[in-house]
């Protein structure tokens, strides 16, 4: 097996401390660490020992590194992205697009030469993905069944406006909506109700499972980036909160707007960068193409429940085969084989340490090791592991 090096992403909503804590590297409690990459992503590819990155190594030897089935069906690179995230504020609203929206707009986007800065497409592929939550995670997922929304909608008087064309419009005609509106318009509706709420907000009387402690988390925001109030606030009242509890999978698959306010998690996704972008974001919304990649339909958020492969294994399948995340459980002193396999895994050691067949080292969170197609390992945990696998369905 291959050592590799994720790579690291300083987004502005990144946490301070909890990556670098994690990959034992300083921090000046200033800059933020967002995400850490295990892929081939040309946008952040791993690094190995030798310092050449897993994109190149990849590209030339595909069948060796990939094996015929993923080189066929994924054109030469890796079907999943592995990552570590750490939300302090709440992301933008977005949809990922479905395989064949996302390489139609690829491919128009790239004959018109768009800015880079404006487009929705960075590839052709699409993104669904799956997220294991490592502490208590917040996140909107979804839009919230009619009257529960309407219920919101119909609680302050300031809200009115809304309520009422809620009442007599379909949902994607709601959401066209208050995206097409003058940003004057929205901000004269909303700053009394965030006036209002301020108080409660400023003195912790907001719960995290109420949608309006949400709302008002992300009109601040708007605030501190000097930015007016945008649609992205009506749609945290008309979304599904979710609560996932440390250990709980959610899975959001093509079409589904959805939104990580807070929390650390791991994150398995097919191997894309493709976000159309809904609100609470300085960058570029795309309102036409939102509008045409959205499904408008009201949904109950579920978790993922897993499979037992094994007393120290479980699986989580989604409704896509790009990929499989394994979590492995063992005990100081337990052996693991790591399978002979048709495609490439990346394994994930997120606590503990390990002894590996072949190595001089010991291995200890968070390494992370990429496996060739028919490869054999030996792992032997030294300590209480915690051990990750990202893999395709083949």
Avoid at 29 to 43: I, L, M, N
Avoid at 112 to 132: F, Q, T, V
Avoid at 323 to 346: D, H, N
């Amino acid at each position: 097996m291959l050592k590799i090096e994720g790579s690291v992403k300083n987004y502005a909503w990144g946490g301070y401390g909890y990556i670098p804590l994690l990959l034992g590297k300083s921090f000046d409690g200033k800059t933020p660490y967002a995400e850490v990459w295990f892929g081939d992503h040309k946008s952040g590819p791993s690094v190995l020992e030798d310092g050449s990155f897993l994109d190149q190594v990849i590209s030339e030897k595909p069948l060796e590194n990939l094996g015929e089935p993923v080189c066929r069906k994924y054109g030469g690179r890796l079907p999943f992205l592995l990552k570590i995230l750490d939300v302090r504020a709440p992301l933008s609203i977005q949809v990922h697009p479905s395989k064949e929206q996302a390489e139609e707009g690829y491919k128009r986007e790239e004959s018109l030469s768009i800015d880079p800065a404006l487009r929705n497409y960075k590839d052709d592929n699409h993104k669904p993905e799956l997220m294991l939550a490592l502490s208590d995670f917040y996140l909107l997922h979804g839009f919230r069944q009619r009257e529960n929304a309407l219920s919101d909608l119909k609680k302050f008087s300031e809200l009115d406006y809304f309520a009422r064309l809620y009442e007599e419009k379909s949902l994607k005609d709601f959401v066209e909506f208050i995206f097409l509106q003058d940003k004057n318009l929205l901000e004269e509706k909303l700053r009394p109700l965030f006036m209002r709420l301020y108080p409660e907000y400023d003195n912790y009387s907001l719960s995290k499972t109420d949608n309006f402690y949400w709302f008002m988390r992300a009109a601040v925001q708007c605030e501190e980036d000097k930015r007016p109030f945008d649609a992205g606030l009506i749609m945290t009242l008309i979304m599904n909160l979710m609560y996932v509890k440390t250990g709980d999978v959610v899975f959001q698959g093509s079409g589904v707007p959805h939104a990580y306010l807070e929390g650390q998690n791991i994150e398995l996704m097919a191997n894309s960068d493709n976000v159309v972008r809904g609100g609470l974001t300085v960058k570029h919304v795309d309102v036409a193409e939102l509008l045409k990649i959205t499904e408008f339909n009201t949904i109950d958020p579920s978790t993922v429940k897993p499979s037992r492969v094994s007393e120290n294994c479980l699986e989580y399948h989604v409704p896509v085969k790009d990929f499989i995340l394994r979590e492995y459980q063992l005990k100081a002193g337990e052996k693991l084989s790591a399978p002979l396999e048709k495609g490439p895994c990346i394994w994930l050691l997120f606590s503990g340490e390990l002894e590996q067949t072949g190595c001089l080292s010991f291995s200890k969170a968070p390494d992370a090791f990429f496996q060739k197609p028919g490869e054999k390992g030996e792992f032997i945990a030294r300590t209480h592991v915690r051990l990750f696998r990202a893999s395709s369905e083949l």
